[in-house]
């Protein structure tokens, strides 16, 4: 969830539209992934971008469920915590898929692949989708249409840019 201070609310009348706010800075203080979204909206023979942030897996789907043939999704990055990644920094990576699904115990597991063929979890040590029950494509780059992947293509590859959620 992101957050922010009323002083950073930019109060101007009109702006930016009804039911909207505009903020100057927003803030997260959770270690989970987010997203950002970059769609392209065709309205007659002009286009414009919105560059939308979904602060959760849940929001996100809301977002894809948005397409449409005047509304298309140019790009979708993810943003990984240093502790899911495992650098230094937050790094924001261009998305192929994501999925979920249910571990052994019942807890829900996000697997994201990102386009150096990495591959974050948010639970420690699951990585192959394999190991999950129910699984269900929440976003597919290479189709855009949310279909199921095999679970060979989520299987650890072998290079150390693969990583886990560290708890």
């Not at 969830?1 to 997260?28: H, K, N, Q, Y």
Request: with cysteine.
């Amino acid at each position: 969830m992101f957050i922010s201070d009323d002083f950073c609310l930019v109060g101007l009348p009109g702006f930016p539209g009804p039911g909207r706010t505009a903020w100057r800075m927003v803030e997260r203080d959770s270690e989970d992934f987010w997203y950002h979204v970059r769609f392209r909206i065709c309205e007659g023979a002009r286009a414009r971008f919105k560059k939308l942030m979904p602060s959760d897996p849940s929001m996100l789907t809301h977002l894809l469920s948005q397409r449409s043939p005047e509304h298309k999704i140019e790009v979708v990055q993810v943003v990984t915590p240093a502790c899911i990644n495992g650098s230094s920094l937050e790094q924001m990576e261009k998305l192929i898929s994501v999925i979920f699904g249910y571990d052994r115990n019942g807890e829900c597991v996000l697997l994201h692949k990102v386009d150096s063929g990495a591959i974050y979890s948010s639970s420690p040590g699951v990585i192959d989708a394999g190991l999950l029950s129910n699984i269900r494509t929440i976003y597919d780059a290479m189709t855009a249409a949310g279909k199921h992947f095999h679970s060979t293509n989520y299987q650890t590859p072998n290079h150390s840019a693969t990583t886990t959620a560290a708890g």
